[in-house]
């Protein structure tokens, strides 16, 4: 498989531990104004203290009451609707040039590949669900399918910002104030809930790092994972 990359030179992995959500977002800026006049592909790691993200597609009901636990609401300019990040989360915001002719959906994919890559080694079955972005542990009977990692991008002159969020060890209640991602009939989990054990964002991002890096420059192939979408009967 081929590098989604245009540029052959060693993608730079910076790991910024906690880094407020504003700041971030501005350096996705800077960092793609760059890479468009000929800079480096970067990718970012971090944390974020508390703060909701609306997409786009939010709905103006899909807001929560931010004001009732003081955490921010950020309209962003990527698609889809409105999700948490916080402390326990692993972010990653990949600021890269994509070859032509361009395929955002094969870059999602790769995206999502290099962290079912890494739920796999944690012995978790991680899948895709048809239609929908992300990566899930599937429905089992009793409970529905969940999300463990969000996606959620945008390309602008052949360059990506925004990114990936895997819940390691993070607070899930911060997601019932929302309905995470606009999606009604799964639920959301973290590492450590589906592995019964504390899994910190330390314990990854060595290793998502590198799978990321693997599956943009085509050395992890993107597989398929699918399972159709079942709807939850609660």
């Known amino acids: 498989m081929r590098s ?20 971030a977002w501005q350096l996705q800026r800077d960092l793609a104004d760059a890479r468009a006049a000929g800079g480096p592909d970067t990718l970012l790691l971090l944390e974020h203290p508390p703060v909701y993200t609306a997409g786009r597609r939010t709905e103006p009901h899909e807001r929560p009451l931010a004001a009732i636990h003081g955490t921010p609401v950020v309209d962003v300019d990527r698609g889809g609707k409105i999700t948490w990040h916080g402390p326990g989360q692993l972010v990653g915001y990949p600021i890269i040039g994509l070859t032509e002719p361009m395929d955002v959906v094969n870059y999602v994919r790769r995206l999502e590949e290099s962290l079912i890559e890494v739920c796999n080694t944690l012995g978790l079955n991680t899948i895709r669900v048809e239609g929908r972005s992300g990566v899930w542990l599937p429905a089992d009977g009793v409970r529905p399918a969940r999300k463990v990692a969000a996606v959620g991008v945008r390309v602008a002159r052949a360059t990506t910002l ?5 819940n390691c060890d993070c607070d899930l209640s911060a997601f019932a104030s929302i309905v995470p991602c606009g999606i009604t009939d799964a639920g959301v989990t973290s590492l450590s809930a589906e592995l019964g054990f504390a899994t910190s964002v330390d314990d990854v991002r060595h290793a998502v790092a590198g799978a990321v890096v ?17 709807t939850s009967t609660r």
């Open 162 to 166: 925004h990114g990936f969020a895997l």
């Open 4 to 23: 989604i990359r245009s540029d052959t030179a060693p993608l730079e992995v910076r790991q910024l531990g906690t880094v407020d959500y504003e700041t």
């Open 214 to 230: 693997d599956a943009l420059d085509g050395v992890l192939p993107v597989r398929e994972h699918f399972e159709s979408r079942v």
